[in-house]
């Protein structure tokens, strides 16, 4: 079992940014892809970024050149520094990881809230202010 510990949430102004950070515990050699993922109450959950062992990275349309997803896998965290926010990215973010390999990076970020994505943490709230 893997467990995940997201921190760095709050509130923020539009415009500004935010670093989140996700701490992995327990089996962790057996993870592959970490990611993020966000979801606005009453919506469904989507992927925002996906980060293989290697470091290739995979964004969402919406977040791509604002977000950076990172992972330091000597501590086991991963990172998302997100920086512009716009108020309609308040959410609850979620840290998520997997230890298939089976598809691309790509398949997790579209698909990984409903398959594919073993593992996940409680979420923490992003609050973006206009």
């Known amino acids: 079992q893997v467990q995940l510990v997201e921190s760095g949430g709050g509130s923020v102004q539009a415009g500004e940014s935010l670093k989140l950070s996700c701490a992995a515990s327990g089996d962790t050699y057996r993870v592959y892809y970490m990611g993020w993922f966000r979801q606005v109450s009453g919506n469904k959950r989507e992927g925002v970024a996906i980060?293989?062992?290697?470091?290739?990275?995979t964004y969402s349309n919406s977040v791509k050149g604002r977000f950076t997803i990172s992972r330091d896998n000597a501590k086991n965290t991963l990172f998302l520094q997100m920086d512009s926010l716009k108020p309609d990215e308040t959410a609850m973010y979620f840290c998520?990881?997997?230890?298939?390999?089976?598809?691309?990076?790509?398949?997790?970020?579209?698909?990984?809230?409903?398959?594919?994505?073993?593992?996940w943490g409680k979420g923490i709230l992003v609050t973006i202010s206009s």
């Open positions: 998520a990881a997997t230890s298939s390999r089976k598809y691309g990076g790509w398949y997790y970020l579209r698909y990984g809230m409903n398959y594919g994505m073993d593992y």
């Open positions: 980060i293989d062992s290697a470091g290739f990275t």
